[in-house]
């Protein structure tokens, strides 16, 4: 059965990880210059106000996505490399890296520059 949103989350996460890594090609401080907004944890694109995350005051928190902040603490305490472990088997089938290495690869240039890596 053909799944229209599934295709159309898609095309858009291609679209912006092509974004972001040209971009991080040309600079190091790329983050202001992207207007969509990206979870500043695991990179995950928040194209949906349902994808933010939760302050305590149960308020919306637009730099991290509900799977990493929730009731305003991180769900999980764990360093850039692990989370980039986490996220490796979501980013390596294709979209928008053809291959694990790939990915590892990619996503150790581009966490540091997220808000919770960046030191
Ligand atoms: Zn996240």
């Known amino acids: ?9 898609d095309i858009q ?13 040309k600079e190091l401080n790329i983050m202001e210059n992207i207007e969509m907004k990206w979870c500043q944890s695991c990179a995950m ?10 302050n305590a005051d149960g308020s919306k928190n637009e730099e ?3 799977y ?5 603490a991180f769900t999980s305490e ?4 692990e989370m980039i472990e986490t996220c490796v088997p ?5 979209e928008p890296w053809p291959d694990e290495d790939t990915a590892r690869k990619e996503m150790l240039v581009l966490f540091p520059q997220l808000k919770r ?3």
């Open 64 to 66: 991290y996505c509900q």
């Open 90 to 94: 979501f980013v390596s089938k294709g």
């Open 1 to 9: 059965m053909f799944d229209k949103d599934f295709v159309q989350y």
């Open 45 to 54: 694109p928040m194209n949906s106000a349902e994808l933010f995350g939760t």
């Open 117 to 119: 890596w960046k030191k």
């Open 78 to 81: 764990q360093t850039m490399e």
């Open 13 to 25: 996460m291609s679209v912006l990880f092509d974004t972001i890594l040209v971009k991080v090609d």
């Open 68 to 72: 990493c902040f929730a009731n305003g």
